[in-house]
């Protein structure tokens, strides 16, 4: 890697990580030498651009575009010109998509551009004393250009103003600001770059009265409701994810429909890429059923008058809403919503904030490029039944449980990993969370034997996702021994934790899977229970283990057929022994010890007697394994027409009659 571009990538990750310069996929960086232009793929973060993320282009045949004539239909012309800057492209086996700006950095004299967003900047530039407030306190040395539709027009707005800026000045803007966009800083050198961006807010902050810290503020409880239902009213086609956020900074406009106005309209081409251009005030919310009812009344007359369904949704004294496809879209909505409250807060204090014009919000809305870096800012949209669904795995960190949140997350759900070891839970979780980028796993500390803590395990859910659609209850303890060695007190532990916590997943999953089948009536969701072989027949000297288990397959029965009108699938999952996890091999608590020095297997003087004892039960010779559960799991999910059923996965050696 030549050094110019670890310089690039440096400074790109130095401002991409940081949200007050630019949010997800906006803002773009190049690089130039004589021959050669390289600059951000649309649609890629700064904060984690590589050298794979560049597009590197001929500098001579992008010059080509300045001279040529182009079509005056914007739809056509731009197609045209998308393909001139294919043309361009030294390498194209990357995959990659040169930025729509890229003519606009090759025209600027400079090696480096830097082009970014700052909310702090484009408080001014978005402002209705743009042009005059940049003169005042820059003078004529920073170049400043009114609002033009991005893409080839844009560029050749630029081209002529740079042309006379260097007749001027013999020489190019260092600084080129942007009205309702943005900001670009170029210069031979990236710390020049730096300098010159903080001279820029050096000189805006004094006038924009900072911001003070933002922080967050409560969950409001009505919400526990609210968003299961608002998620399926929305979920015209997959299932959507909600995120929510509620802060001292949105505190300040959901207030009123006087305050929501000064954040009812985009101020820039992103918000419009992200947000869409309308939003929902909720006013009614002091109940979750006025605010649900609120929803209900107004979506139909949202989608009559602007095309398409709120992405966003402001809720009176609650916070806001973000209704996207995954997670990671979703955090990046109310990333960029939150930038365009700063900017409206900034530009108030510049001379009052002017909006897009209907005509302007028409052409991002409808660009193809704006789409395109839309579709690839978000990452993989829903690739299957299960993508961006949510999951509650209780003993998820350890285990089985482990294994079916891994397998949960990698088939794209969202999964809440709860288990009552919270060192392993957090651990595992991050290890989950550095393999995918779309969807989200999080750690919750449940103790299922404690109705509240279960409860509150649900409720973390819905908060974190929307809603929820997988229950697994998983959570087990086995401590064996006969009748002479069982305390009362291991009993009702066993007890508690086997049967007990059973019973408090399915109440408390349930409440908020009726939610969403009351708005969706044809909609499926899973509750499933990791049982065991020693719930089909009974277990010697395991009683405790066994008996809870037993019982457990009762509820799933019982479960099954009261929920079934509510399209609730309720099914049990029997393996056999897993020899692998900690249950069976852990070397001082694990089955195998325990069985060993209780004397269950007669003759048994090591552990491998043990487990070579257990495998010989099994007509297929081997234990159960995570992935035989996990097809289980998934068949169980899948189909629509079986509850009540407890499968066995055992090799064979329970076979139901």
Known sequence: MRPEISELIEISNYYGTDKEYVIAGGGNTSFKDDSTIWIKASGYPLSTLCEDDLVALDRQKLRLISGKTYPDDPTEREELVKGDLYAGMTDRGKGRRPSVETSLH??????????????????????????????????????????????YTLFKKLESDIASYRNKFNEDPHIIMLENHGVFVSADTT?????????????????????????????????????????????????????????????????????????????????????KSRYLYVEQSSTAERIIESVRQQLPRFFEEYGFYPKMIIIKNAGILAVEDSVSQAETLLDVYEDMIKVSHYSALAGGPKFLSPDQVAFIDKWEVENYRRKVAGGNAAASKLSNKTAIVTGGAQGFGAGISGALFMAGLNVVVADLNEEAGQKFTKTL????????????????????????????????????????????????????????????????????????????????????????????????????????????????????????????QSFALELAPFRIKVNAICPGNYY??????????????????????????????????????????????????????????????????????????????
């Open 191 to 275: 710390g020049e770059i730096r300098k010159i961006y903080e001279d820029i807010l050096a000189v805006i902050v004094p006038i924009i009265n900072p911001l003070p810290e933002i922080e967050d503020l409560p969950f409001n409880p009505v919400l526990t409701r609210v968003l299961p239902s608002v998620r399926m009213q929305l979920s015209t086609g997959t299932v959507k994810t909600i995120r929510f956020r509620h802060n001292t900074l949105i505190s300040r406009y959901y207030g009123s429909q006087q305050e929501y106005h000064k954040i009812s309209l985009p101020l820039t081409p992103d918000n419009i890429v992200y947000c």
């Open 106 to 151: 090759e025209i600027i004299g400079f090696r480096f551009v830097v082009h970014l967003h700052p909310a702090k900047i484009n408080g001014v530039l978005c402002s209705r004393n743009a042009r005059n407030t940049v003169a005042k306190l820059f003078g004529d040395k920073v170049l400043f250009v009114p609002y033009t539709d991005p893409g």
């Open 433 to 556: 969370v550095s393999t995918r980028a779309g969807n989200k796993a999080m750690f919750a500390r449940v103790d299922v034997s404690d109705p509240a803590s279960v409860r509150d395990l649900v409720m973390a859910a819905v908060r974190e996702f929307g809603g929820l659609d997988l229950m697994i209850s998983n959570a087990g303890v086995l401590k064996a021994g006969g009748l002479d060695e069982m305390d009362p007190e291991s009993f009702s532990r066993t007890t508690g934790i086997n049967y007990n916590g059973y019973f408090y997943c399915a109440k408390y999953a349930s409440e908020i899977m009726k939610i969403q089948n009351s708005e969706k009536p044809e909609y499926f969701t899973d509750i499933i229970q990791i049982n065991s072989k020693s719930g089909l027949r009974g277990s010697n000297r395991n009683f405790a283990y066994s008996g809870g288990k037993f019982g457990g397959i009762g509820l799933t």
């Open 580 to 657: 692998e996890g900690p249950l069976w091999s852990d070397p001082q608590t694990g089955l195998f010890v325990q069985y060993l020095k209780t004397g269950k297997v007669q003759g048994a003087k090591t552990i491998d007697d043990v487990r070579k004892f257990y495998e010989q039960q099994v007509p297929l010779n081997r234990g159960c394994r995570l992935e035989d559960v996990v097809k289980a799991m998934l068949y169980i999910i899948d189909q629509e027409y079986e509850t009540g059923q407890a499968v066995p996965v055992t090799g064979g050696q329970v076979m139901l009659g």
